[in-house]
C-alpha cells in the first residue's frame, strides 16, 4: 500500500512541477521576453509620464529638438567623412588654366 501511494506522489509532484522544472520547455524564454518588455514599455512610459508632469512641455521639446539636430549633424559628419575624396591631379604643371 505503501508503494501505490509513493508512485501516485511521484505522478502528482510531476503534474505540479513549478519553477526550473517547466523551465526548460520551447517558447518559455519567448513568453519571459514578451511580458519583460511589456512591462519595462509601460515603466518607461509612466516615468515618462511623470516626467512630463513635472517639468513643462515646451522647454523640454526645445531640448529634444536641439539634440535630434546634433545627432543628425553628427551622423551626417560620419557619412561624409567616412567617404574618400578623390583628387584627380594634372599630368603637367603647363595644363593648368590659372589666369
Known sequence: MLL???RF???DFKAVAFGT????ENGVARYLSIALGVL???????????????VPIL???AVI????????MF???VQTGGR?????????PAQSQVA
Open 9 to 11: 506522489a511521484e505522478a
Open 84 to 92: 574618400r575624396i578623390r583628387i584627380l591631379r594634372r599630368k603637367s
Open 59 to 61: 522647454p523640454f521639446a
Open 75 to 77: 551622423i551626417l559628419g
Open 40 to 54: 519595462l514599455g509601460v515603466l518607461v512610459l509612466g516615468t515618462l509620464g511623470a516626467f512630463l508632469l513635472y
Open 21 to 24: 522544472a517547466r523551465a526548460p
Open 4 to 6: 501505490i501511494s509513493h
Open 65 to 72: 529638438t536641439v539634440l535630434v539636430g546634433l545627432i543628425l
